[in-house]
Nanobody, 127 residues
Framework: EVQLQASGGGLVQAGGSLRLSCAAS????????IGWFRQVPGKEREGVSC????????VYEDSVKGRFTISSDNAKNTVYLQMNSLKPEDTAVYYC????????????????????WGQGTLVTVSS
């Protein structure tokens, strides 16, 4: 089955860390870029980060630069988002997406033969 499965969300205090995982199956992992997006109720979904699994190129939204790190383990078909120094404004449902692209320097949902979203994982940062 072609799918993405996101996990790793939870409740953490401000300043803490979490690591999200996005496990991919059913398609050629290293041919696709995979990104993380987040959404707060009542607001549009926004791009957080995107990584190319073919050459490792990464891009981050400005507010997470220096705090979040996206990485990919091609042997495990999994993309990770390490989130450090978390802030209450990082609270959202986080989704992984394949593929992703970059528009105006910002991670953006891409399109291809496969257009996949993970199921979302909730990150709550308390102050």
């Amino acid at each position: 089955e072609v799918q993405l499965q996101a996990s790793g969300g939870g409740l953490v205090q401000a300043g803490g860390s979490l690591r999200l995982s996005c496990a991919a199956s059913g398609f050629t992992f290293d041919s696709y870029s995979i990104g993380w997006f987040r959404q707060v109720p009542g607001k549009e979904r926004e791009g957080v980060s995107c990584i190319s699994n073919s050459d490792g190129t990464t891009v981050y939204e400005d507010s997470v630069k220096g705090r979040f790190t996206i990485s990919s383990d091609n042997a495990k078909n999994t993309v990770y988002l390490q989130m450090n120094s978390l802030k209450p404004e990082d609270t959202a449902v986080y989704y992984c997406k394949a593929p992703c692209t970059v528009v105006g320097g910002i991670p953006w949902p891409g399109t291809s033969e496969y257009d996949l979203w993970g199921q979302g994982t909730l990150v709550t940062v308390s102050s």
